[in-house]
Nanobody, 128 residues
Framework: QVQLVESGGGLVKAGGSLRLSCAAS????????MDWFRQAPGAEREFVAA?????????????NYADSVKGRFTISRDDAKNTVYLQMNNLKPEDTAVYYC????????????????WGKGTLVTVSS
């Protein structure tokens, strides 16, 4: 049974930082692109960041970010821990949302809502 479990959300003041984690189990983690999405109250779910699957034929990792978070958020993965992270710096009130991680087998960093598995989300609230 595949599980994606997000953690690290909370309440932070504008300008502050949080690091979200998503622990994966029940799948071959290295074969999955991992993405972060978010959904604010009354809004549609939107793409935040993505990191490609861990292709051993090359050492790099492709990443991609929504324009609204570029330069502030960083996605990374630790394949030894089956975990993907989202470091969020200089947070703004408009970053307030439930953040979800998702996985797509052999996915790239190209944004897509067509993911294979989703977590249940973690709430991030940024106060002004």
């Amino acid at each position: 049974q595949v599980q994606l479990v997000e953690s690290g959300g909370g309440l932070v003041k504008a300008g502050g930082s949080l690091r979200l984690s998503c622990a994966a189990s029940g799948l071959t983690f290295t074969a999955y692109a991992m993405d972060w999405f978010r959904q604010a109250p009354g809004a549609e779910r939107e793409f935040v960041a993505a990191i490609s699957w861990s292709d051993r034929s090359w050492s790099g990792r492709s990443t991609n970010y929504a324009d609204s978070v570029k330069g502030r958020f960083t996605i990374s993965r630790d394949d030894a821990k089956n975990t993907v992270y989202l470091q969020m710096n200089n947070l703004k009130p408009e970053d307030t949302a439930v953040y979800y991680c998702a996985g797509k087998m052999f996915g790239t960093a190209v944004p897509t809502q067509c993911m294979d598995y989703w977590g249940k989300g973690t709430l991030v609230t940024v106060s002004s």
